[in-house]
């Protein structure tokens, strides 16, 4: 047990080696400080990736159409597809009972918008109904495009915040009929996103209103889709590939596609990258982890290496020590004390102050793929736990050797 004998008994062993103390404290501090810091970078890193997935659905597949690199029954390369409601119809016929969320849109990007006297330039979209749940919208006023304004064509529209923030300033925008393009629509409802103020500089319209007022016929940009969910995640990458698959065979088919061109149909599969992303973090989180821990093994073998000092220098006095009745377990403990109080002291210390920079400095810390840099304070206890078990055995085998040393011999050393 500790006394205070015990404590001056430390403190004057610790003050003989100041420098190589402080070295070594110094060491396994920044040791558990490295890793800490890397462990919050790493969750930072999951933070981020884990952001950009909230902006969409999860688990969602998006086709688009492209151009034709090769030629396919007398046609030409280099051909544009265009993409129409018959081929949004099909898919979802085809693929229903494995769907979750079907959606298509029209898009136009850096449309007109004014309201009174102002006016800017946004983007807007021709929508199915639940397209709202392929981005992630919260509607924070009124509500979202409904299968009345798409069977009736209704000039209705739900705009983004900044949209209104620019356009209505504090005003109310609900009910009131803003310009796009040169045609009126009815504000009917504000929207959020995950995704910032570039998503929400925009106005969400009926897709068949789009179509017809617009004179855009019936052709639509993209396709969305998500899949229905299961419990185990390679089954529903292995579901969502082949669906995909299918997928680009039937758009292929439809729109006289090579088979083996993979330029005229394109598709981002979100499960797949999502496993990419997540494995890639996991890499990372792990070399950060080896790291860390190689850095505290430094400090650890320091340690040890300064125990193996002390009791070189102390050899006479243990030679005392045992040649007055001292047991080997007296002098185990007496080493194992100072070892133990060094690396808690110092592990303490870089634990203290990695946990202050990533409350003070992880937040201003921002970028697109890096979010809120922390670790889970019960896992920083923990390593410290190890770090002070590492330095009890770090100080084990020179107590150990100090044990075994006998009286005369101990005497004898100058």
């Known amino acids: 047990m500790f ?20 070295l070594t404290g110094v060491s396994v501090a920044s040791g558990i400080f490295i890793l ?122 739900c705009i983004g915040m900044k949209v209104k923030t620019d356009l209505f300033k504090d005003k109310d925008p609900m009910g009131k009929e ?10 009917v409802g504000v929207f959020t996103d995950p995704g910032g103020e570039r998503e929400e500089a925009r106005a969400y319209l009926p897709l068949t209103t789009v179509q017809r007022a617009f004179g855009n016929g019936d052709k639509i940009s993209n396709l969305f889709f998500t899949m229905k969910k299961t ?4 089954e529903a990458l292995a579901q969502s590939e082949k669906f ?23 598709v981002y599969n979100s499960v797949k990258d999502a496993k990419q992303f997540y494995d890639l973090n996991l890499y990372i989180r792990l070399f950060f982890w080896w790291v860390g821990i190689c850095t505290i093994i430094a ?28 047991s080997p377990f007296s002098i185990i403990s007496m080493i194992l004390h100072e070892s133990i109080f060094i690396t808690t002291i110092a592990g303490f210390v870089g634990l203290l102050a990695s946990l202050l920079l990533l409350e003070f400095v992880g937040p201003m810390v921002q970028s697109e793929y890096f979010q809120n840099p922390q670790v889970d304070f019960n896992v920083a206890l923990t390593t410290l736990a190890l770090l002070v078990f590492a330095g009890a055995m770090a100080g084990f085998f020179p107590a150990y050797r100090a044990a075994k040393i006998k009286p005369i011999v101990a005497l004898r050393d100058e």
Do not use: C, H
């Open 3 to 22: 006394n205070i004998e015990r404590w001056q008994e430390i403190f004057e062993a610790i003050s003989k080696n100041r420098l190589r103390t402080f």
């Open 36 to 157: 800490v810091i890397l462990l919050g970078a790493g969750k930072g890193l999951q933070n981020g990736i884990e952001k950009q997935f909230e902006r969409d659905a999860a688990g969602l597949i998006e086709v688009w159409s492209g151009t034709t690199t090769k030629e396919y029954k007398g046609l030409n390369p280099g051909r544009q597809i265009q993409y129409r409601d018959a081929d949004y119809k099909q898919s979802v016929q085809k693929f229903d009972d494995k769907l979750d969320i079907r959606a298509s849109s029209y898009n136009y990007w850096g449309a007109p918008f004014s309201y009174g006297k102002e006016s800017g330039s946004y983007q807007y979209r021709g929508v199915t109904p639940e397209y709202d749940k392929v981005e992630n919208l919260k509607i924070v006023q009124g509500r979202y495009v409904n299968d009345n304004d798409i069977a009736n064509n209704e000039k209705v529209a």
């Open 178 to 187: 803003i310009i796009i393009n040169g045609i009126n629509f009815k504000v």
């Open 231 to 234: 419990n185990d995640y390679d």
């Open 244 to 266: 995909t698959q299918d997928l680009k065979n039937l758009l292929k088919s439809r729109n006289m596609v090579a088979p083996d061109d993979d330029g005229g149909v394109g």
């Open 299 to 326: 400090g650890v073998v320091g340690v040890s290496n300064i125990m193996l000092i002390i009791v070189k220098e102390r050899t006479k006095e243990i030679g005392i020590r045992k040649a007055l009745g001292a």
